[in-house]
Nanobody, 119 residues
Framework: QVQLVESGGGWVQPGASLRLSCAAS????????MGWYRQAPGKQRELVAG???????IYGDFVKGRFAASRDNAKNTVFLQMNSLTPEDTAVYYC?????????????WGQGTQVTVSS
């Protein structure tokens, strides 16, 4: 079992930055692929960023170089640095873990953290 707790969300103005954290417990995530997803009201949940166990990353097309995923296995934590935020980035952001792939069974989700971008 992997428990995931996201933090770092909040309200920011357009153009600002946020750094989300996802702290894992229950087991080491070093062998897990980790992912950040988001879900805006009325929309489907979508992949924001994925990071493999060896720190290769992939991003949703809408990221356009603004976000960066990273991981610190010693701290059992993954991060999502988000820059140049726009109102379209407003959503609940979720962390996901799967081994060896995000979609492997079982996989685990956190409860999410709200990000609101508004002037």
């Amino acid at each position: 079992q992997v428990q995931l707790v996201e933090s770092g969300g909040g309200w920011v103005q357009p153009g600002a930055s946020l750094r989300l954290s996802c702290a894992a417990s229950g087991t080491s995530i070093s062998a897990y692929a980790m992912g950040w997803y988001r879900q805006a009201p009325g929309k489907q949940r979508e992949l924001v960023a994925g990071i493999t166990s060896d720190s290769r990353t992939i991003y949703g097309d809408f990221v356009k170089g603004r976000f960066a995923a990273s991981r610190d296995n010693a701290k059992n934590t993954v991060f999502l640095q988000m820059n140049s935020l726009t109102p379209e980035d407003t959503a609940v952001y979720y962390c996901r873990a799967g081994r060896p792939y995000l979609v492997s069974n079982p996989n685990y989700w956190g409860q999410g953290t709200q990000v609101t971008v508004s002037s």
